[in-house]
């Protein structure tokens, strides 16, 4: 069976987290879509030209992962795609209740799309981008939360925004 | 890719609500293996036997989905299977907090097995195996939360305990 | 308009918030009747005869409330009784998860009863019964917990329980 | 008894579950007042005077059930109605916990109105204002979830914001 | 053992809530630091110089209390004052996530400090600096949420700004 | 100030994720009583006294760390032992409830004692002593949940019980 999986998000920007869902995503799906979100809104860092970039140098080593980007009903997207499911990350509670009310919400809107879940590895439960950018923005240390060249490209964005 | 998945679970009695689970399993999956739990202990009506026969007469039209039964810890059943994810339904956030710690001690015993989770779909939200049980035993009817042939063997299953 | 509410529970025994409960429904309803639930399993110290003589004595001066009780399935009693409404007291979220399947288990199963809920006064949110007889075994005051009354009955019970 | 519930909500746009609470309202009390919030702020598309035109109209068979609107403190507003009980609607558990909070603060600022809940049909469960509002604006379709007339109104909206 | 304690909040302004975990802390800490966190972005009232000298006054009895300020990440604060501890308040399950998270990510930062956590008196459950600033902006009674004196800050703030 | 902290449980048999908490407690507070639960009823594998022999080689190493057992009423053997606090390990939502019910409760009956909490670590979030005794009697590997002694103990256990 090929089986198609997107994996939506903003990347803003990718965390050691997002690339666990990634690896584990490739190893049970034919062909994963890593799927960038266009029409987000508040404290965006980066354009989804920087999180596209960023996310194919760090899977580029994976042959049944590409990186893209959407615009609009993300149920839309998937169908577009021949997707037949689409992977989510579930941290805490809080995701789990947003999770589940959009899992009904896409599934009402295309029913021949499923959503499917994999829970955060352990070590991963705390991280988020917005936690990366505001522990950036404090000068703190975020080695383990996101991969050497994601933090080379948020220092980057530190500097230029101090400058401005 | 051929990913085998295992949906484990006791099944005493199979409701709609898992039904849902392994039809939309079996679609994004190449071989889902429904494993029935040997070792449950309490509030048991069905024998193992019992519960696969009426599993095996319910999934029979699909190509790519068997019965099977363990006893055990799922992990080790699961990679004697090959089986690369674990199926899990979701209904709420007590499931979800059980079903969490599960996840992640699941991957710590077995790293090779990853869980996924599908959302119940809303129709099913509130059915579960105890209270079709509760149901049924106080006489309400349990037509739209079970197939008809697991209704009939609940009836049968409850007149013989009244006689006993 | 003339409604009829039910409040059902095991009441073993009556607690202050469950007093609470009462006297907020008798407002709002024209008639409440308190159902004790006769088919209850475990760590019940009182009889069903017992809940009711307290729970008498307890809604003496209320003219709209009166005492029953049932055996079997909630919603086959309400509708006997011709309720409209099923009344129940929301504590935290272990409560909210089970209520919310139950009332959509009730709605499925007679449409005409409708579950409305009230959250627990903030005084009585970490009462129940259950922790009222604990309390009481290892010989805590529990004088705020439940009504003198009830207190004495609790006392009694216990008395009696060691003397067996 | 004569039992007067007020329903408040900003109503931007109602939609079939909003009807759904106030079809069930109207079974119970005596009176149902829904009460259209002004001083909401942010993501409003409909003013005040337009939500409470929808309202009316999809009300207009309910005899017993007015549409009205209110600034300020809910219950200053509900104790000005004489109001007994304020209506709510319960989701999920993220609502919960903010109704948990309301109705304690409430019961605080006017302890002679009491907040009830009923918990969303389950059909109801994932629809919510913001929703309709997303799908409507990346062209999804609105159908399931709102009334013909709160669609239409809710297309001309998106259709006036594009030209401006 | 001399430990230190920092509590770390916006306290804009300082509740009734607030006090009650600064008591408590006050009793089991030989230090207690009260860190008023100057970063906080939305829905400020009033400066840090103005939080701190309302906490100075209303912890002017306490021996071991001491009242400061701090900008940028919490455990680079609390490591330069040589706190064990941080303090934490806890409300309810949306308090609880949030607060995991940041828990585990301190202690990611500096492994040194470890966050305690006291739940929230009942009495204060429902208590918080916005939910003041929203009462009081509309009229209502804010007496039993704030001490006499920060009412008297939050009534002469409302006037400036009407009047502006 | 020296603080005196009760660390109540059932250690049947204590795990990684109890001596976390004791190690952490160790360093914030002057003395620490480990404090055995004599009346837990189900599923119990070791006698109290087996449970205190454990603890007691497993904390040798602190000077500030001892082990005792209490039986009944928690708050009562915490006055007793002239605590100031007790302490408690957090994982997840279903402990967050029970540990609010508790903690109030406990507050009501002894104001002078007062609960506090600490996270579990995340490497420990998934374990508990019943999942270990679960994972051990199907002879799964244990060795991440409970140091070497606590194994042995558990072998030994599962060995004598294979036999009887």
Do not use: C
Request: glycine fraction near 4%; proline fraction near 4%; charged fraction near 30%.
């Amino acid at each position: 069976m090929r089986t198609i999986a997107v994996y939506p998000g903003s990347f803003d920007p990718p965390t050691v987290g997002h690339l666990d869902i990634i690896d584990r995503s490739s190893r049970v799906y034919s062909r994963v879509i890593v799927a960038v979100a266009r029409n987000i809104r508040k404290n965006v860092w980066f354009t989804p030209a920087e999180r596209m970039a960023m996310l194919r140098k760090l899977t580029r080593t994976y042959t049944n992962v590409e990186i893209d980007s959407f615009r609009g009903l993300l149920v839309d997207y998937a169908r577009d795609k021949g997707a037949h499911v689409v992977m989510r990350g579930l941290r805490a509670i809080s995701d789990f209740e947003y999770e589940f009310q959009m899992a009904h919400m896409n599934k009402k809107l295309a029913s021949e799309v499923d959503t499917v879940f994999m829970m955060t590895g352990e070590r991963y439960s705390y991280i988020s981008s917005n936690i990366v950018k505001e522990i950036a923005s404090f000068g703190g240390k975020i080695d383990d939360l996101v991969p050497p060249l994601v933090k080379k490209e948020v220092l980057k964005k530190i500097e230029k925004r101090r400058k401005a």
